[in-house]
């Protein structure tokens, strides 16, 4: 048996999912981006009506996938310590992957879960980072 667990304080799910199932002591969060909570915006990226990029800064929605991660995690019953494997999925392997590497190592300081980063080709919306994270809960 497990337990989904949904908040207004994270950024709605792009389809038919919680964002996050309890497991036994195991929380499981479904895919996380960077969408500010209540709104589509996607924090440091711009597009002009042709779906062209007009502004992008990818530092941006790192730290707000972060902060969007944290927040599942506090509104499960965990929190950021208790993460113990973390997925990224960047759309831009070459560009993206060194900013990436640099602020992950800025919130991961002191917890260092297991991870994986993977290259895609797209994600169901405009962003550029989705993270898939399994946390311990008590």
């Not at 309890?22 to 002009?48: C, H, M, Q, W, Y």
């Amino acid at each position: 048996m497990s337990d989904k667990i949904s908040t207004d304080k994270a950024p709605k799910p792009v389809g038919l999912y919680p964002h996050a199932r309890k497991v036994g002591n195991l929380l499981f969060l479904s895919g996380v981006g960077p969408r500010k909570a209540g709104t589509d915006e996607i924090p440091g990226l711009k597009l002009d009506k042709n779906g062209n990029y007009v502004e992008f800064d990818f530092e941006a929605q790192c730290r707000s996938v972060f902060d969007n991660v944290r927040i599942i995690l506090e509104e499960s019953g965990s929190n950021w310590a208790s993460l113990v494997d973390v997925t990224v999925f960047l759309v831009d392997m070459k560009r993206d992957f060194h900013t990436y590497n640099r602020v992950y190592a800025e919130y991961f300081r002191d917890n260092q879960p297991c991870r994986t980063t993977v290259a895609i080709n797209s994600l169901p919306t405009p962003i550029a980072i989705e993270l898939k994270c399994i946390a311990t809960i008590e």
